[in-house]
């Protein structure tokens, strides 16, 4: 399979991720700039770990992973918590979940030629996000 996953992406669409993140437990101001930014995420694989950088006015994010293998991650509202993202086709699912609390995250990642969509999910709330390659 060709690989759909790398390469650079913008928000360009969302949707109910402010209640999403009221859901997860982040205060309004954090919501708020939250809500405002346009994260740029650059997905790069290097052998068989995963680099993902999230940029946003705020800063940025640096993640490794390795597919399958259970990893420490910190959480949109800056709680530590255990990820895990399994492949499946042109899809990734990644469960968060917190060391001191019960929210877990569950993220669905769709891959497609010009875009991806992230299904984001904790507790009934669900936020839908699109990132088009650049």
């Known amino acids: 399979m060709a690989d759909v996953f790398s390469g650079s992406y913008k928000l360009s669409k969302s949707d109910n991720f402010e209640e999403f993140l009221s859901e997860l437990g982040v205060g309004v101001i954090k919501r708020k700039l939250f809500q405002a930014a346009s994260p740029e995420i650059t997905l790069k694989k290097d052998v068989d770990e995963w680099h993902v950088t999230t940029k946003i006015a705020l800063g940025s994010k640096d993640t490794k992973f390795k597919m399958g293998e259970e990893f420490e991650d910190t959480s949109f509202n800056g709680d530590k918590v255990k990820s895990l993202i ?38 009934n709330v669900t936020a839908v996000r699109i990132f088009s390659r650049l």
């Open 86 to 123: 399994i492949q499946d086709g042109d899809k990734w699912t990644q469960v968060q979940t917190p060391f001191d609390s019960d929210k877990v995250t569950t993220i669905v990642r769709q891959f497609g030629e010009s875009q991806f969509t992230a299904i984001m999910t904790v507790g």
